[in-house]
Every structure is written in C-alpha cells, then in structure tokens.
C-alpha cells in the first residue's frame, strides 16, 4: 500500500512533453531567442509557462506541441540546420542577454530563458560561442570588471578544467566564479579573485564548495568584451 500512495504521488511526464523539452533544447537561439518569445508564439500567458514545462517538467498541452512544431517546421525538417546555424553565428553574431544582479552582495542574476536577446556581440574568437552575458558586481575584480560583457559557451557534458573562470547556474545562484578543484572528485570551489575587499577580518567574496551534480548550467568564459573609460 505505501509503494501504491508513492506511485501515485510520482509526476507522470507524457511524451509529447519529453518530445517538447528536446526539440526546445536543440531550437533556442536558433528559432527563437528565449521563453517571452516563445511563450507568445504558443499562446501562453507568460515565460514562466515555458520555464515550467522545461525545468519542473510541467506537462504540455498537446495542441502547443503541434503549435510549436508547425510554427518551426523548417527548422525541424532541415538536414543542414548545425552548418546553418555555425554560419549565421560567424556573421551575426551571438545573442545578448541584459541579465541583472538582484542582490548587490552575492551575485544572484534573473534568468536568462525569461528575457529577450538586446542585440548580437560579434567580433573575431567567438564565433563557437553561444551567448554573451554582462557581469554585475566586484567579486571577480580584476578579471571581470562590473560592466564589461562576456562571451560564454556552454559546456553540455559538465567537464571542469581547473582554474578557469565560468558562469555557473546552481540552485537559485547564477553567478561568475574561478573553479578549482575540490578536496572530493564530485566537488569544485568556487572562488571569486577579488580578495581584497574585507568586512571585519573576513572576505568579502569567500571561496565555497559547489558540488557538480548541482551544477544545472556550466558556460566558459571564452572572451571578454571590457568597457572602455572615455
């Protein structure tokens, strides 16, 4: 009787959700830019919809699902679409996102499948990027200076090369940090280079333990676009 009450308390993700949740995964950035877009495509009220369908694997209404594929048939049916989409990144660019901190302490940035691209960074040494995010906040001073843009490619299989910097999306946190390698093999730290700032005898910014399972989105910073001081 207590598996039955479990079993029925297990969400029951239908197909045609799984069939959504990879077809929006292969086509974002490419058909479309992000969940408001979207969201008014299919006929949703907000992008939380899509947020949820893809995150909390909320179930989708099947008529959204043929929405979604009639709307983006080229796409679904073009054999070419990985050639085409490199050469439409070497000549305009990669999305940009005007993401902002919502805490001025820690580094928390709004989510970027709830906003729409503000224009396209494009210059050479980027072109394997897949987005470009601004940085908020003094916790990677000097490497990143508050303001500058960054250019970030997503790395799909959660592989870590010690001591470079990257954006990381983990629990409610999204924030830029060093990785270095943890005292367990399934940890990193999380280090943030500005090591200068203090409140009492304490870092500002202190090193913290992140666990790599946890880790929901893993983007290298490949270059960095600094503002100018003119």
Known sequence: ?????????IKRVRPETLEFIILYNQLKGKAFNGNAQLAEVLGFNSASSITEIIKSRQNIDPDKLQIF?????????????????VIK???????????????SGVEVYNDIND????GRMNFPGIEECDFALPVWGHSMYPYLENGC??????????????????YIEWGDYRMYKRLLAGDNP??????????TEMIGNRLKYAPFVVKIADIK??????DIHKKHNH
């Not at 009787?1 to 308390?9: C, G, L, R, V």
């Not at 399934?186 to 090591?195: F, K, P, R, Y």
């Not at 989105?217 to 490949?222: A, T």
């Open 1 to 9: 009787m207590e598996d039955e009450s479990k079993s029925a308390k």
């Open 69 to 85: 594929k009639e709307k983006y048939r080229d796409y679904l049916e073009n054999k070419k679409q990985t050639e085409n989409t």
């Open 89 to 103: 990144k070497m000549e305009d660019g990669i999305p940009m996102y005007e993401i902002i901190a919502t805490a």
């Open 115 to 118: 906003t729409q691209s503000v």
């Open 149 to 166: 843009w960054v250019a970030l490619k997503v790395i799909h299989d959660m592989k870590i090369l010690p001591g470079e910097v990257y």
């Open 186 to 195: 399934d940890e990193v730290i999380a280090h943030s280079d500005n090591v």
């Open 217 to 222: 989105k893993l983007c290298l910073v490949k």
